[in-house]
Nanobody, 121 residues
Framework: QVQLVESGGGLVQAGGSLRLSCAASGRTFSSYAMGWFRQAPGKEREFVAAISWSGGNTYYADSVKGRFTISRDNAKNTVYLQMNSLKPEDTAVYYC??????????????WGQGTQVTVSS
């Protein structure tokens, strides 16, 4: 099973940028689809973005399309989430996801510990 460690969160002003990283263990990382979810206080965890094992296909929630970019470096076993034009409503704990086939909106784990992103207005 892949183990996931997220990093890169922090406090940023609205309009700013952050890049999240997720380091994954396991020799099969390059064959896994990867993704990001987030959970804001008092809300359910929601899908943010996903990327296929090759990086050739990417998917985004409507709320982040055009502002966030997901990418991966299979040589480093790492997936990234570049977040630009951040809004206060992007404030949440961000979690990485991994699946040998695809990342579903209903993905249930495994999860990493998450990384907090706070966007001030």
């Amino acid at each position: 099973q892949v183990q996931l460690v997220e990093s890169g969160g922090g406090l940023v002003q609205a309009g700013g940028s952050l890049r999240l990283s997720c380091a994954a263990s396991g020799r099969t990382f390059s064959s896994y689809a990867m993704g990001w979810f987030r959970q804001a206080p008092g809300k359910e965890r929601e899908f943010v973005a996903a990327i296929s094992w090759s990086g050739g296909n990417t998917y985004y929630a409507d709320s982040v399309k055009g502002r966030f970019t997901i990418s991966r470096d299979n040589a480093k076993n790492t997936v990234y989430l570049q977040m630009n034009s951040l809004k206060p409503e992007d404030t949440a704990v961000y979690y990485c996801a991994a699946d040998p086939e695809s990342i579903s909106y209903y993905y249930t784990g495994p999860w990493g510990q998450g990384t907090q992103v706070t966007v001030s207005s």
